[in-house]
C-alpha cells in the first residue's frame, strides 16, 4: 500500500549509494542491499568499465537514480545533451523515479559543479517549477526534488526554504526528496527549527528520504556524508517517518567512504530503526 | 555569484578581498548575502568559493598525475589554477574538466616552463586515457565481414576510444614510474610493517624528467582496462591513415614508402600487425 501518492515504491528499503571503492565488493559477494542509489552523472558515458559495472549491478539489484546536475534553478536553459543521455540511462537503468537537487550550479554554459543555494522568491520558484516539468515530461519519469544543505541566505528571499520547497513542488507537480540531514545542518547554519521545516513540507509528495552524517564546525555544519548519521538526524529521520509513512531511504556516504561493510552495517541499521519505528507509529495510531 | 566563485582563491587559500572592480569584496557581498550570529557575509559566500576552487583543483589533481609530475606539484597548482580561470568547466560532469588543457598549453606554454613540450605531450596522454575509459565502441569487425573485399577497396574503422599519440616523450614510461612510485606510496601508509613501509625513501625519490625520444602511441582499452601500446613508426603511419578513411592498401603503401627501413618482410609484418589489431577489437565499420 503506497504511504502517499508520490510514494508507490515502499517496497523499497534502506538502500546504499553505489560508490567506486565498493564495486569489486558488491560484484564479488553480492551482498544483500534492497537498493543502489547512483548518481546519475557517473553513468552517462558511452561505454567502458562504468557501463559494465552498472550493467552487471542491474542484473542484481533494483536501481534509482539520483542525479547532481540539472540544475533546476539555473536560468541556463538545459543542455539538450545532458537530457539525452539522461533519457537513455533511465532507459537502462529502468528507474522507478529520479532525483535532482532543487538549486542552480550553473550560468551562460559555465558549471561550478556544486549545489548552490537560491533566492526564495515566487518568481523563482516559478522558473524553478517550470524546469521540473519540462525535464519530467522529455525524461518520462516521475521527479523528486531534494533541499540542499546551504551556508548561505539571499537578501532576495521572500519565503522560508520550505515554503520555497512546497512551492516548487506544487506548481511542478513533482515528489520530494527530504534530506533530512540537510534540514539539520541548514537549521544549525540559518537558526530556525528543523522540527518547523519537517513539519510543513507537503508530506504526501516525500517520495524518498536521505540520511547522511555532516562534519561540525566552530561557526558552521558542513555536508561532508563522510561520518555515521549523527543522533540529532536519527531523531529527525524518526519524526519524517511519522509524517510520511513508510518511504524509500538512502543512507549516503560519499567521502572518506569506509569498507562496504561498514556502510551496508549502518543501512542496517538505518532499516531495524525505520522498522521499528513504522511499527510504533502503527501501534500507536491503532 | 557565479562570477565571485570563478575568481580564484588567493594563496592562503581564501576569498579575495577586491572585487574586478576594485570595491570591497565584503561590501559586495553584503550587498546580496545576508550575515548571522557567527559568519559576515563575506565569510558565508568564502564557504562557496573555497569548495569550488577545492573540488576543481582536486580533480585535475586526480586526473592529471602526469602533468603534475612532469612540471612539479607547485607550478601544477599553479598552471592549473590559471587554466580553470581561463577555462572553466563548460560541461556537466567533472570527466570533462582537463578537456582544454592541451590547448591552454598551446596557447601558453610558459606555465609549464622548463618543460613545455612534454607537458603537453603528457596532456595529450592522460586526455586520451579519459576517452579510452569510458569512450563510446562500436561493434569489432569480424574477418567475414571483410573476406571478400580487396585491399584496394576495403576500408577500416578504428574505434572511438582508440587514440593515436605520435609524442615527442616517452611520457608513458614516465607516467608507470610516476604512478609506481604513488603506489609505492600509498602501500607504505596504509601498512604497519616496517618492511614494506617505502614511505619517506618514495616521497623523496626523484624521478627523471620524460625522455626525449619519439613515441608513437596507441591508447585503448581492452576488456574494459586501459591499455597502451607503442607501434612501430610504419604501423602508426597505417592506422593514422586508415582513420583518414582510407583504403588499406593506400595506408600500407603510405607505410612502407615513407619507412626507411629495408630489412623488413612487410608483407608478413603488416599481416602480423593486422592480426593483433582485430584481436584487440580496433577495427570497426569505416564512417
Known sequence: MPANSFNSFTNYGVGIGLRVPHYQHILAKKPVVDWFEIISENFMVDGGRPLEVLDSILEQYRVVQHGVALYFGSADKFDRTHLKRLKRLVKRTKTPWLSDHLCWGSVDGRYTHDLLPMPYTFAVARHTAEKIRAARDYLEVPICVENVSSY????????????????????ADCGILLDVNNIYVSSKNHNFDPYDYLNNVPHHRVGQIHIAGHSKFEKYLLDTHDHPVLDPVWEMYAHALKL???????????????SFDEVHNEALKANKFRDQRLAATTETAG | MAGILFRPLTPQWGMQERWTDGSRMDEVAAEFIKPNDRLSSFERLEIYNRQYWFRVLDCLWDDYPG?????????????????LSRYPSDSYTLRDLGNRLEHFLREEPHWAAPREEAAIDMVRFEWAQVLAFDGPSKPPISPDDILDTPPSRL??????????????????????????????????????????????RAHRKRIRP???????????????????????????????????????????????????????????????????????GWFCRSL
Open chain 1, 244 to 258: 510520511v509513512g513508510n518511504t524509500a531511504t538512502l543512507l549516503e556516504w560519499d567521502d572518506r567512504i569506509p
Open chain 2, 155 to 200: 576500408r577500416l574503422g578504428l574505434q572511438p576510444y582508440l587514440s593515436l599519440l605520435d609524442l615527442d616523450y616517452a611520457v608513458d614510461h614516465f607516467l608507470i614510474a610516476v604512478k609506481k612510485r604513488e603506489s609505492d606510496v600509498l602501500r607504505g601508509e596504509t601498512s604497519n610493517a616496517v618492511d614494506s613501509a617505502p614511505t619517506a
Open chain 2, 210 to 280: 620524460p625522455k626525449h625520444e619519439k613515441v608513437y602511441l596507441a591508447v585503448h582499452r581492452q576488456n574494459n582496462m586501459l591499455y597502451y601500446k607503442r607501434l612501430d613508426p610504419e604501423a602508426f603511419v597505417i592506422l593514422k591513415t586508415l582513420s583518414r578513411d582510407a583504403t588499406v592498401e593506400d595506408a600500407c603503401g603510405d607505410a612502407v614508402a615513407a619507412s626507411n627501413r629495408t630489412d623488413i618482410d612487410w608483407p608478413a609484418q603488416i599481416k602480423a600487425w593486422f592480426d593483433d589489431w582485430a584481436v584487440l
Open chain 2, 67 to 83: 602533468l603534475r609530475a612532469t612540471v612539479g606539484e607547485r607550478k601544477f597548482m599553479k598552471l592549473i589554477t590559471v587554466y
Open chain 1, 152 to 171: 548561505a541566505e539571499f537578501h532576495a528571499s521572500e519565503i522560508t526554504e520550505w515554503e520555497f520547497l512546497s512551492e516548487v513542488a506544487e506548481l
